[in-house]
């Protein structure tokens, strides 16, 4: 088994109405999750609103996740930052507070030097450093910079930089990455919508906000491609998209809290300047969910209650 594959949730951050971080509602939604047959949590990611979170109040994030999380079930914690000199201070807090690898985003604000070599010469320094595994990230939507195949397969020699997470949906790129990186490297989707093209593509595995809310849905459409059940798991594929695209491009993270909050989790607010979405929105995500709840593995997770979505 390669490390860190399978299916994680990058959590969201719950906040209070006054902005700041709500912790009992952090722990009650990682306790949930613990229930689930999720491989792991993600802790401070993009769906975290990690780059909203000062050092501090990521630093306790981290370590109440890591409070919660059983030490058999992986924690993978965001550490990127600007400089690498922060980056590997991140990354060294996170590894006191007992996360099991990081997750390291591009940096980004100086784009035009953020060439190839400048990446893989961050990314070996941190890897250097660090006391834990090192995931690459590249998530170039939020970003606007892009970790090359080239750079990636010149990283993914480094002893301590173990996997990825792609988060394009271009299933020809994840392929490329798949192919040019050691067997031993592991190599996540990020992207939902395109979970059955990723899984085909070779992927093994994917940190998927979407698994936020239908956990058993994710895990149950990894399997069926691994028992090689292509018709149900594109049948699978199509019930989850628009679900999938909501939460995604079209209503991000403000859409996934109201999610949340639709099922039972508790989403919170979303730290300003993201605003919370409309009433209209939150109706269109209580029909979306309402759909899958006719999914039988969607009612064994115990996550969802079909008399919930009768209220609507």
Request: charged content about 20%.
């Amino acid at each position: 088994m390669k490390p860190f594959a399978g299916i994680f949730t990058p959590i969201v951050t719950p906040f209070h109405a006054d902005d700041t971080v709500d912790e009992p509602a952090l722990r009650r939604n990682v306790r949930r999750w613990m229930g689930t047959p999720l491989t792991g949590l993600v802790v401070l990611g993009s769906t975290g609103e990690a780059a909203q979170l000062d050092d501090a109040e990521a630093d306790r994030v981290v370590e109440v996740v890591r409070e919660e999380v059983p030490g058999g079930r992986p924690l993978i914690a965001g550490t990127g930052r600007e400089s690498t000199r922060a980056t590997i201070a991140a990354t060294r807090r996170a590894a006191a507070s007992g996360v099991d690898a990081v997750l390291v985003r591009t940096p980004s604000f100086f784009k035009p030097q953020m060439t190839a070599d400048a990446f893989v010469g961050h990314y070996v320094r941190v890897a250097d450093a660090s006391p834990v595994p090192i995931l690459l990230y590249n998530v170039s939507m939020f970003t606007g910079v892009n970790l090359t195949p080239d750079a990636v397969e010149r990283l993914a020699g480094h002893a301590n930089i173990v996997g990825m997470k792609e988060s394009a949906s271009d299933a020809a790129a994840l392929s490329e990455l798949v192919t040019r990186t050691p067997d031993e490297f592991t190599v996540l989707a990020g992207s939902a919508t395109t979970m059955f093209h990723a899984f085909c593509a070779g992927c093994d595995g994917g940190v998927l906000a979407l698994a936020s809310l239908v956990p058993q849905a994710c895990v149950e459409l990894q399997a069926l491609i691994r028992e090689n059940r292509l018709d149900d798991a594109r049948s699978l594929q199509r019930r989850l998209m628009p679900l999938a695209r909501a939460i995604g491009g079209s209503h991000g993270v403000p859409g996934l809290k109201a999610a949340m909050d639709i099922i039972g989790f508790e989403g919170g607010y979303p730290r300003p300047p993201l605003k919370p979405v409309s009433a209209d929105v939150v109706e269109l995500l209580r029909g979306e969910l309402a759909v899958l709840d006719m999914l039988p593995s969607f009612r064994d997770a115990g996550l969802e209650d079909p008399a919930r979505f009768q209220k609507a």
